[in-house]
């Protein structure tokens, strides 16, 4: 099978999507498709292509398509360049010349409406329902093939807003890279952390939505416990440095971007991982499937998460300890029970170590291919 995956977004990213998208690719191949990924050749500052920079295996093609990068004049325009940039590139894509034969996999419902009045079998990599606009989303998708939703929520949209052909496939693991060979003072010693702290991680980026304000409260109320934040852009770090300041917190650090190579090690040294989301929109609430859930899970540590549908549809009572969104006494309580039951926590960890072997990035791939192949 030809397998063309597109996406109208800067590759390699520093975001979570640009590894998911180029992982799954890898998978995809692995599996056995012929697999070609096309995206705008942008301005990145990364000076690494794709494949050193997320460690994975360069088993498929890449095809950087030259045109004009709008999105470095969204200061000014805003919305409107990444409007532009959707119709440059795929202005520039027709001398890709991808054949009807070739399958196209998209998470942009631009692209999958181009392809599909081409003549192509269209497959959308569908990561939350639209809120925003959803008539002029779901009317450019009409004639896809099939929708692969990452989460039962999001296939349940689909499906109510008529579409039948729907998979629900969650994102994914590599089980193999969280099989860390150090104990958690080797770990922090290797991360330059703390060895004389209880340390509560969050790993991510630092939207307001993912429940960060939320870590920064439970560091002022939690004062013997350190709060390591791994992740952000350099703008949000500087806003959470300067709020850190502003309520004198000696017990929050705001690491910043790491090496995938990093992270398996940054969550073995943690006491306890937070996925603290709030309630604040249906894509937090219902559609999301965080990578990091399933990175926590594979780490063998302890989690404290949000009682949300999104985590639940993949977390329960026996692999993680729950609070309620938003309620930063809840969060507090929660991480005190894990902090101060460590069986109890280690025993959940366990627990979601093996269910994390379920869900990983080869047996994701595959069901899509049977999915697309069906």
């Known amino acids: 099978m030809k397998l063309a995956y597109i996406v109208n977004a800067r590759i390699p990213t520093e975001k979570a999507h640009g590894y998911q998208i180029s992982k799954m690719c890898s998978e995809f191949a692995k599996a056995g498709a012929d697999v070609t990924l096309f995206f705008p050749d942008r301005r990145n500052d990364i000076g690494k292509d794709l494949f050193e920079y997320y460690g994975i295996e360069k088993n498929f093609n890449v095809v950087a398509v030259r045109c004009l990068d709008a999105v470095r004049f969204a200061p000014v325009l805003r919305g409107l360049a990444f409007v532009i940039q959707t119709k440059l590139f795929l202005k520039a894509l027709k001398a890709a010349n991808i054949d009807k034969e070739t399958v196209v996999y998209t998470r942009n419902p631009e692209v999958a409406s181009e392809y599909y009045k081409k003549g192509n079998r269209v497959f959308y990599d569908a990561h939350n329902f639209p809120e925003k606009d959803p008539a002029r989303i779901v009317n450019a998708l009409r004639g896809v093939s099939g929708i692969v939703a990452n989460s039962s929520g999001t296939a349940r949209a689909f499906k109510e807003a008529g579409f039948e052909r729907v998979l629900v496939a969650h994102n994914g693991v590599d089980i193999s890279e969280f099989d860390v060979r150090l104990d958690s003072r080797e770990a922090r010693a290797r991360m330059g952390l703390r060895q004389d702290a209880k340390i509560a991680m969050y790993v991510g980026h630092l939207y307001a939505w993912k429940g ?11 004062p013997d416990v350190l709060f390591a934040v791994v992740g952000g852009t350099k703008k949000d770090i500087l806003k959470y440095e300067n709020i850190k300041k502003a309520r004198n917190l000696a017990n929050v650090y705001f690491l910043g971007h790491r090496a995938r190579k990093d992270i398996p090690v940054f969550l073995r040294a943690a006491d306890v991982l937070l996925l603290p989301n709030a309630a604040v929109s249906a894509e937090s609430e219902k559609y999301t499937s965080p990578l990091k ?68 990035w080869d047996n994701r791939a595959k069901a899509i291919l049977n999915f697309i192949k069906g």
């Open 212 to 222: 960060i304000d939320l870590v920064v409260e439970a560091a002022v109320r939690l």
């Open 293 to 360: 859930m399933f990175e926590y899970m594979a780490s063998s540590t302890p989690i404290v998460a949000s009682d949300l549908p999104s985590m639940r549809e993949v977390l329960d009572q026996n692999t993680a300890t729950f609070f309620a969104p938003g309620d930063a006494g809840q969060l507090i309580s929660a991480i005190e029970r894990v902090l101060g039951n460590a069986s109890e926590g280690m025993a959940k960890a366990r627990l979601a170590r093996i269910k994390a072997e379920g869900y990983t």
